[in-house]
């Protein structure tokens, strides 16, 4: 069992504020980095809990970055063995969590779009834009590669790779609504299909 020390949370804080400026794409794709540093670095969470975080969140409703709650309440919690603190500490952790990843990046996004607005019309801004693009598409393929591998073995999972391979096909090729393919992939894995 870890303890958090009051440098801890504050390390926590800092890590989560320097995350918020990479955030180009959106929170998931910080990902990577935030299973190096809450996973393997600092083993506050273990692999289980990470992937299980971004799972839940990524299926619930509301803001993409729940997981980023998740992964402060799973510090909070596993930083003491008294049940009567655990759900003080999660909460304790999801805020600071919360709190460090929002506060820089909203800032700079509030400014930067004032600004980008106003000079819209400058090739450096269109520029700028285009550029982002394969960043960010790069960013969420990493995220992606990272919630597959650490529990697959790619040999013996290739099925599972082609079926989304193909998912990802015929969404892009259809106009199929994805919440339909979301409840056939929920029906076939608790069939136990997949």
């Not at 975080?53 to 909070?76: D, E, K």
């Not at 990843?101 to 801004?125: D, E, G, H, Y």
Request: glycine share 6%.
């Amino acid at each position: 069992m870890m303890t958090m020390s009051l440098n801890d949370w504050l390390s926590l804080f800092l890590n989560m504020a320097s995350f918020s400026l990479m955030a180009v794409g959106g929170v998931i794709t910080l990902a990577p980095e935030m299973q190096r540093f809450l996973v393997l670095e600092k083993i506050w969470i273990n692999d289980l809990q990470f992937n299980a975080s971004i799972a839940i969140a990524q299926s619930a409703p509301g803001p993409n970055l729940l997981f980023v709650a998740l992964f402060g309440w799973h510090v909070g919690i596993n930083s003491t063995s008294e049940l009567y603190l655990q759900p003080l500490l999660g909460i304790v952790g999801a805020l600071i969590s919360l709190t460090g990843l929002l506060i820089p990046s909203t800032t700079l996004t509030f400014f930067a779009a004032r600004w980008a607005q106003k000079n819209k019309n400058l090739k450096s801004v269109k520029a700028f834009k285009q550029g982002m693009t394969p960043i960010v598409i790069s960013l969420l393929l990493a995220t992606c590669w990272l919630l597959v591998s650490p529990q697959r073995n790619i040999q013996l999972d290739w099925p599972l790779i082609l079926l989304a391979s193909l998912i990802m096909i015929f969404i892009l090729k259809t106009k199929v609504h994805i919440l339909w393919l979301l409840a056939i992939g929920a029906i076939l894995g608790a069939c136990g299909l997949i």
